[in-house]
């Protein structure tokens, strides 16, 4: 069967982080020459019609599967890597986690846009690349696939290992045998929530910025912006766990549903702190997102769903 040629169009366009033929309302399909309708309904805004859109669900599956390798694999190498007794363990697991997540970005990117990660959807969401409502359906299944991935790592790790590494969940403590019976070890709740806001706000500066902005996306290339956002990440690992070297502490997670997973399925002292893992990242996307609204327009483009709560209220009558 012959193909019809036909011009390429907006919703064929995919973004690093963009979802794949996004579902946008026709209030803001305009033709070429036309201003936009100002006005809009919150519920146009929001996106909510993706809440019940099919395609949008079945992308998130990648969302859950990939979160569900994510900690799967993460949390293996955060037991492996100290079980082994290495001199380094934060060096070694910082370049296992740079590389299983950029390889994991690559795998979902087709599919959903290859987030796998809530911070980078909520931001997504914030700077209007995707609907809130798609966010919504994405951040629920990336939370859904890290309790997967916990379960399955529980199936396949003896008790022992599971008791001593915490199931290779995040924590901020850990209780030790001391020489005057079991003593807590870690660091500051403050502490922690500091080094959580700062290399999270570091993740989204120096990589995300590069996959929402579309010029240099297409510029770099897609395989290179997922794999640079994927060094980030093992970098900013190993400078949270070495600028503590505290024992107890596992590092800036930047990535709630990874530490949701484990918390859920082992429990214990791994819900200590946990709302650590959840506030720091979410003040850094609001740091990020009011950052690329203060800087001049022209120095950061994104293609997508392009509307987000700012430009809403813009449009409210006055």
């Known amino acids: 069967m012959a193909q019809i040629n036909r011009p390429t169009m907006e919703e064929d366009k995919v973004h690093a982080f963009s979802s794949p033929m996004p579902l946008m309302s026709e209030h803001w399909k305009t033709e070429e020459g036309k201003k936009s309708n100002p006005s809009c309904t919150l519920s146009e805004v929001l996106g909510l019609r993706e809440l019940f859109s099919p395609q949008v669900w079945r992308a998130s599956l990648a969302e859950l599967v990939g979160t569900a390798v994510l900690v799967f694999a993460i949390d293996a190498i955060v037991i492996s890597s100290i079980e082994t007794n290495i001199s380094a363990p934060n060096l070694v697991l910082s370049i296992l986690v740079a590389i299983i997540v950029a390889i994991l970005l690559i795998a ?7 987030h796998i990660n809530p911070v980078i959807t909520f931001s997504a969401a914030l700077v209007g690349i995707i609907s809130f409502s798609r966010a919504a359906v994405y951040i629920f299944m990336q939370c859904v696939g890290g309790v997967l991935g916990a379960l399955a790592l529980k199936a396949v790790v003896n008790s022992s290992l599971e008791e001593t590494f915490s ?6 403590t850990v209780v030790s045998p001391g020489p005057k019976g079991p003593i807590t070890v870690g660091i500051e709740t403050g502490q922690a929530l500091w080094l959580e806001i700062i290399c999270t706000f570091i993740f989204l500066f120096a990589s995300i910025w590069m996959a929402f902005d579309h010029r240099q996306a297409h510029a770099m290339g897609k395989v290179m912006v997922l794999s640079i956002i994927g060094i980030v990440v093992g970098i900013l690992v190993f400078i949270s766990t070495s600028v ?16 949701l997973g484990p918390a859920l399925v082992r429990g214990g002292h791994l819900w200590t702190g946990h709302w650590v893992f959840w506030v720091g990242p979410t003040i850094s996307c609001f740091a990020f997102y009011l950052f690329v609204k203060l800087i001049p327009r022209q120095h950061f483009q994104v293609e997508g769903y392009k509307h987000d709560i700012f430009n809403y209220v813009k449009t409210l009558p006055k």
Do not use: F, I
């Open 167 to 172: 199931l290779g969940g995040c924590t901020l």
């Open 244 to 259: 503590t070297t505290v024992k107890g502490y596992a590092g800036a997670a930047m990535n709630p549903a990874r530490c």
């Open 108 to 114: 979902t990117n087709p599919v959903s846009g290859g």
